[in-house]
């Protein structure tokens, strides 16, 4: 194998930038299963099993997502200076991103964001989490921007503290820089007990990114299911609760609600992207301005 071509492997160990997500179906009831249909007791099982190129992918993400690695893109990112768009035309931009390997779907980007949010709508909930739905994967451009995908998607986990048995892959962590840093692996770490999810660095990634270009926006409830969604080991297996305030116990059960919706809401029919286009940009603009800075 040639040094480009591992190279080229190391950057995209996913075949598909949604592949990470094949660990976290949900079945109608929001019971996690696998793509085999297995149900939560076989879950971890499954995990330890995963092809390789999902290892690979984890293995990247928690051996390079430090704490100065976080901040350093923060920095980088928060002033949203890398361009100027509105909703709509940031889900035509994502869309240039092709996922032609998923085997789960032959939906464009913009086609699974509406699977998505039509879900959401057919349930009857309020049209600012249909909106959040259309919305939440919007992050993804961070790929477009030259991001390697263990710094855009993956199951998301705080920096700057010890890290939880139960993120994925948890043993990856040792090849990770903090890990040697004590200060670091304490369970608060650089943070104080109580402080709450604000204050909290998790690894970047879409969820983070997309948070801080929609915050002015969308109401609270819709702001925490986009900022925490793939943060499992808190929503879903209950660690970090330790760092957790009042008003992340209140928006729990908001992030919990969503997460059905994004763990796999791909299914057999496309939706008529066409015919929805006008609700969908009457939605956007009654929430968003025209242009927003990315």
Known sequence: MSRSTADAQKQS???D????ESAHVADESGAPVAREGKKESEFRDYRKNVRAGVREFYRLQHTNQTLDFVLAKKREYLPR????????????FLNTLVDDS???????QIEHLMQTAEAIRADGHPRWFILTGLVHDLGKILCLFGEPQWAVVGDTFPVGCAYSEEIVFPEFFADNPDSKVAEYQTPCGIYREGCGLDEVHLCWGHDEYLYHVVKDYLPEEGLAMIRYHSFY????AGAYTHLTNEKDRRLLEWVRKFNPYDLYSKGHTKPDVKALTPFYRDLIAEYFPPQLAW
């Open 13 to 15: 160990p996913l075949a």
């Open 17 to 20: 930038l949604d592949d990470w």
């Open 81 to 92: 200076q890398r361009k100027v768009m509105g909703v709509w035309e940031a889900m035509e």
């Open 102 to 108: 998923d085997p789960d779907t032959d939906l464009s």
């Open 233 to 236: 080991a808190w929503h879903r």
